[in-house]
């Protein structure tokens, strides 16, 4: 949404604005941005000295870390354009070894083209920020931006120069192990997101040196993968495709992003990385990227394990003719492009396109100019107090209250706190998965958190070493502690590496005795707050009458600790909302909110006949039959945009500026909020659309705009949102997005189920 944006220009922080302006004059001083014109000049003229075997050394990534003798080689020899992974950047010794690898290839390979480093630096460098679905639950692009400021800082100053990051894959499946790295399953959200993160990383100029070139993977449709199964198939039809799975991507080219890594599966029998039209139609011509494609690991190899190619040879053909122009890792451009030249499977033409993508984003970052970096000063840039500032109250802000019976939060008048669980205390498993570079030293954990507040008296006892242990041999212990206590704190949830990458689940209960240790807890009759830490949404059901209060943080970063204490103290009000439906049971996943309507469309939960109440011997019937599950009803256990605040908001009527609109008016959609409470609070307001009668059959609802709304105790203030037609539009043919004249129901509300609703007509 327009106003999104524009609110962005207005809000920035002070010190954001600073680093902002810094990093333009600091660039300004040092070279003035040159024009496209200029840019692609240059790159022509590099071209055309450039031998056959160079230009293909530019499409070569090389893993570092793997392949150390390897790596050195293919530098001098111009056979490297980039490298993935220089290890453990960040370490003194380290960084050396970068700057020693870039005067490699400036001094002895053959036309001296500065290499590219890539890492991924998914939520923060050293700083370690929420995991991405916790940033997505702030709802706050703001934030977002800022974290991917300070870590483009951060890796810029260590030598990295291009992350691999936004993921902005729709994830709708919690059995997924990457659903962590994503910012949940709506993609307005993720679009909105995506957008943020890649300002935050690459700014308004590419080539500051503080700009880190972003990534949009995994293109595409990598989300939907069967069974939440990693690296699988996905069936994405045409309509989807468009509707749900791209608009991120989309969204993250129109926004200047330098790159795209395209996904591992096969989507209908094409895998993504020799998907001609995806890359060529969609990215290039329909979207016009300019930036370069580069492979995930080794999927181009893979193309040979999906039986799509017969051999590396056969995978390098596909793979550059769909539109691959870096290859990441697997080294069959390397080996096989000269023959396939050769042979004329490959045409010089496209080499020099692929090649020609590369070199602009390089020319583009500004690494001819400024191909090193400031070893000796380059940790001064390393968790700065304002950046753990920002990681805490991002982490605040991610944080969300599922429950809170009776008020027992924030915690009043306690002398005496029980800290239980194995995720109270370790910094490791806080950080979150994709995190190779946190500094696991720097992280608060809540323990320690609350140990710095002098008037508590804290008694610790872990329960359990870690979220998967079975043993029940220190729950005597821990009882005790909580019955000398006046509340228990429970620290449960999963460790960073149960989530991330290869790490899917097919039950997604609370792992090993923890679901028991909180039952033990419960029973002392003290008031317990659970706190759960975790990559994903677990299935939590069975879980919630133990626990009088719950919040959840999805893996917090370096600053969660003091985040999870100011709030369970009150010192700060949660306002978290979900990026994504949270089922009661694994076997109603896929749940999501925007799906769209059945011909039978279950009635009220209370109307359904369950397990319990079918007659014995039942005969069959198909009469009032609904769509619906027996044994899980048809609700999620919280729907997406969920979250409860200390404050009460109200809303009242919805008004909109005009009952019709023409296709090129706007429309306003306006709600009063009011903070009904005596205490200050921020609802983030979510506006809700449906175009309930289309030539494609639409969802029952969809997110298109929200705002972070900051009310006083009893305040009430105007919410206004702006539509244009453009929001109302979608792909109703492969590429023709348009929005259909008739009648469209607006909802604006707290969550994507409760909230005024309104009617408008939209006429051509
Ligand atoms: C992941 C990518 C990642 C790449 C490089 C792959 O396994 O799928 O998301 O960027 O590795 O580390």
Redesign the pocket.
């Known amino acids: 949404m327009r106003n999104i944006r524009h609110n962005r220009q207005r809000r920035l922080p002070h010190f954001l604005l600073s680093s902002l302006l810094c990093s333009i004059l600091c660039s300004l001083s040092a070279h003035a941005k040159p024009s496209d014109k200029v840019i692609e000049a240059k790159v022509n003229a590099l071209l055309n000295k450039m031998t056959l075997a160079e230009k293909i050394g530019q499409m070569n990534q090389v893993n570092y870390a793997l392949t150390e003798d390897q790596a050195l080689a293919a530098i001098k020899s111009g056979q490297a354009g980039a490298i ?2 220089p290890t453990g950047v960040g370490e003194d010794t380290d960084l050396k070894k970068i700057n020693a690898l870039q005067r490699l290839a400036l001094e002895h390979s053959p036309s001296k083209i500065p290499l590219l480093f890539a890492r ?1 630096v998914i939520h923060g460098f050293k700083t370690i920020f929420p995991i991405p679905l916790g940033l997505a639950a702030t709802f706050n692009p703001l934030l977002v931006e800022q974290g991917a400021r300070i870590a483009a800082q951060e890796a810029r100053a260590a030598g990295v120069h291009i992350t ?1 990051a936004p ?1 902005l894959d729709i994830a709708r499946d919690a059995r997924w192990g990457r659903i962590a790295e994503s910012f949940g399953e709506d993609p307005y959200l993720v679009s909105q997101m995506g957008i943020a993160m890649i300002h935050g990383f690459q700014t308004n100029d590419l080539s500051a040196v503080d700009s880190l070139g972003a990534t949009a ?2 293109f595409f449709g990598y989300g939907a993968t069967e069974g939440g199964r990693d690296y699988n198939s996905t069936n994405i039809p045409p309509g989807q495709l468009r509707n749900v799975y791209l608009p991120p991507f989309k969204a993250a080219v129109e926004n200047g992003v330098v790159s795209v ?1 395209t996904s ?1 599966n096969e989507n209908d029998g094409i895998p993504a990385t020799a998907n001609r039209y995806a890359l060529q139609e969609i990215l290039r011509k329909q979207w016009g990227f300019r930036g370069f494609v580069v492979s ?2 080794n999927a181009t190899g893979e193309l040979i394990v999906h039986g799509y190619v017969q051999n590396r040879k056969q995978a390098a053909e596909r793979a550059i003719n769909a539109g691959i122009d870096m290859e ?1 890792f697997t080294g069959s451009f390397l080996e096989n492009l000269p023959t396939l030249i050769s042979e004329g499977k490959v045409s010089l033409q496209t080499v020099n396109d692929r090649v020609r993508n590369i070199l602009r984003i390089k020319y583009k970052m500004g690494l001819f100019d400024h191909p090193f970096f400031d070893e000796q000063t380059a940790r001064e840039a390393f968790l700065k107090p304002d950046s753990l500032t920002s990681a805490r109250q991002t982490a605040e802000q991610s944080v969300v209250m599922l429950k809170n019976d009776r008020q027992t939060l924030p915690l009043k008048s306690i002398n005496t706190l029980a800290i239980i669980g194995p995720l109270a205390d370790k910094p490791h498993e806080q950080i979150g998965t994709w995190s190779w570079d946190g500094d696991e030293t720097a992280v608060i954990t809540p323990l320690a958190a609350f140990r710095q507040e002098k008037t508590l008296t804290v008694l610790y006892q872990p329960g359990l070493e870690y979220s998967r242990d079975k043993s029940t041999d220190a729950f005597a212990k821990t009882i005790e502690a909580v019955k000398q206590a006046d509340a228990a704190v429970v620290f449960l949830g999963e460790e960073a590496i149960l989530s991330g ?1 290869a790490h899917s689940l097919a039950n997604l209960n609370l792992v090993g005795a923890q679901s028991e240790l909180l039952a033990a807890v419960k029973k002392t009759g003290k008031p317990v707050v659970l706190v759960v830490m975790a990559g994903r949404p677990l299935t939590i059901e069975r879980d919630l009458p133990n626990a009088d209060a719950v919040l959840y943080s999805f893996h917090p970063g370096t600053m969660g600790g003091p985040a999870l204490r100011d709030l369970i103290l009150g010192k700060a009000n949660p306002s978290g909302k979900l990026p994504v439906t949270f089922v009661r049971q694994v076997g109603q996943i896929p749940l999501y909110y925007n799906h769209n309507n059945t011909g039978r469309p279950a009635p009220a939960e209370e109307q359904l006949d369950t397990l319990d109440t079918i007659p014995v011997g039942a005969t069959q019937t198909s009469l009032g039959n609904t769509s619906y599950y027996l044994d899980a009803g048809r609700d999620p256990l919280f729907p997406f945009g969920y979250g409860l605040s200390y404050s009460n908001f109200a809303y009242g009527e919805l008004q909109l500026s005009s009952n019709q609109i023409h296709l090129q008016d706007t429309l306003t959609a306006k709600v009063k909020v009011t903070n009904s409470s005596n205490i200050d609070g921020t609802e983030v307001v979510q506006l809700y659309l449906r175009d309930p009668v289309s030539s494609r059959v639409r969802p029952v609802k969809e997110l298109k705009a929200f705002k972070r709304v900051p009310l006083k105790a009893g305040e009430t203030q105007t919410v206004s949102f702006t539509l244009t037609s453009k929001d109302l539009a979608f792909y109703n043919g492969d590429d023709h997005f348009t929005a259909e004249p008739g009648e469209f129901q607006i909802w604006v509300g707290g969550d994507s189920q409760h909230g005024p609703q309104a009617n408008f007509r939209l006429v051509p």
Do not use: A
Request: without cysteine; aromatic residues 24%; hydrophobic residues 55%.
């Open positions: 993935l992974n991924d691999f993921m993977k995994h890594m591992f995930d690991w990441m990458e």
